[in-house]
Nanobody, 117 residues
Framework: QVQLVESGGGLVQPGGSLRLSCAASGIIFSSTVMGWYRQVPGKQREWVATITKGGNTMYADSSAGRFTISRDNAKNTTWLRLNNLKREDTTVYYC???????????WGQGTRVTVSS
């Protein structure tokens, strides 16, 4: 069974930073495209960033310049570094995985980020 477990969320002040982690199991991690999304209740899930199995990255316009996605295939883990956080970044962040050869996507349960003074 594929499992994605996020961690690292929490409460930070505006301008602060967090590093979110996603640990994967039950999948050949080196064959995946990994991503991060965020979703405010009542709204559609929003794409944040993607990293390929080879380390190439792409970012949404809302993420560019402040967020950084990374991965370590030996550790079966991907991270999302959140810098210069704003109140509007407050939401639940989700990790995703898909195999390069397929269209199915797996999701973690999410980790909550709250930006407040």
């Amino acid at each position: 069974q594929v499992q994605l477990v996020e961690s690292g969320g929490g409460l930070v002040q505006p301008g602060g930073s967090l590093r979110l982690s996603c640990a994967a199991s039950g999948i050949i991690f080196s064959s995946t495209v990994m991503g991060w999304y965020r979703q405010v209740p009542g709204k559609q899930r929003e794409w944040v960033a993607t990293i390929t199995k080879g380390g190439n990255t792409m970012y949404a316009d809302s993420s560019a310049g402040r967020f950084t996605i990374s991965r370590d295939n030996a550790k079966n883990t991907t991270w999302l570094r959140l810098n210069n956080l704003k109140r509007e970044d407050t939401t639940v962040y989700y990790c995703s995985a898909r195999l390069v050869i397929g269209d199915r996507m797996w999701w973690g349960q999410g980790t909550r980020v709250t930006v407040s003074s």
